[in-house]
């Protein structure tokens, strides 16, 4: 079992430039999640999918952040244009598609925007 | 406005004493809860859950207890060893539905 699998780990841009981080879920689960992780507002999550659909976005801070799931192995989160405050780590989970079903993180994405 | 909360950043503990982490919630729909473990540099890993209808579940080391009219759980870890030193994040979900709701987390830290 090969876990989530988040790329890049660390990613260190000018402000203004477009990121992209990349999701694989683990294979069988229908549910995945972005979350962000910073000192003040801990592990918020931004968005989830459940079969590739946006199911819930409400934590999706403004219009710079997009996330998509073209298919069941495959998810990406966009942020355009990046400011310093997007710094923060930013992690990739999924689970089966119950409340009651643990979700598994990826090791997370470190953004540091100059 | 918060609907889970650990109201203590940090704990420290003397290796094989018990170590206790709180968790509220504000959300009385709430029927599912869990707690994961996070070591730095990598992600959550999830350590053990609870339903409503339960008031208590043990794994090993890890009891976590569940009052639902106090609207407070706990994550009781006895004996305590130097492994344990983590974050710990408090999570409550529907059933029903995927997605869990976190508290901004412990960090416990267990001195030998």
């Known amino acids: 079992d090969a876990g989530v699998i988040q790329s890049p780990r660390h990613e260190v841009t000018e402000m203004g430039q477009e990121v992209t981080l990349r999701c694989k879920p683990i294979?069988?689960?229908?549910?995945l999640f972005w979350y962000r992780q910073t000192m003040m507002r801990g592990l918020e999550l931004l968005i989830y999918f459940n079969n590739n659909v946006p199911i819930d976005d409400s934590g999706m801070p403004e219009d710079r952040f997009s996330a998509k799931m073209p298919n069941a192995s495959f998810s990406t989160l966009k942020i355009q244009p990046s400011e310093p405050r997007d710094s923060a780590v930013y992690f990739c989970a999924s689970s089966g598609p119950l409340g009651n079903q643990p979700q598994h993180f990826g090791d997370g994405t470190r953004l540091s925007i100059l | 406005d918060q609907q889970v909360k650990q109201n203590s950043p940090s704990l420290s503990v003397q290796e094989g004493r018990i170590s206790i982490l709180n968790c509220d919630y504000t959300?009385?729909?709430?029927?599912?809860f869990l707690w994961y473990k996070k070591y730095p540099a990598e992600g959550p890993t999830f350590l053990i859950s609870i339903s409503s209808i339960k008031d208590k579940n043990e794994d090993g080391r890890f009891t976590v207890f569940l009052n639902k009219s106090a609207k407070h759980l706990s994550l009781h870890i006895v004996p305590s060893q130097p492994g344990d030193s983590a974050v710990y994040f408090c999570?409550?979900?529907?059933?029903?539905?995927?997605?869990?709701?976190f508290g901004d987390g412990t960090t416990l830290t267990v001195k030998p």
């Open positions: 959300n009385s729909m709430f029927d599912y």
């Open positions: 294979s069988g689960h229908n549910s």
């Open positions: 999570a409550a979900s529907y059933t029903n539905a995927g997605k869990s709701t």
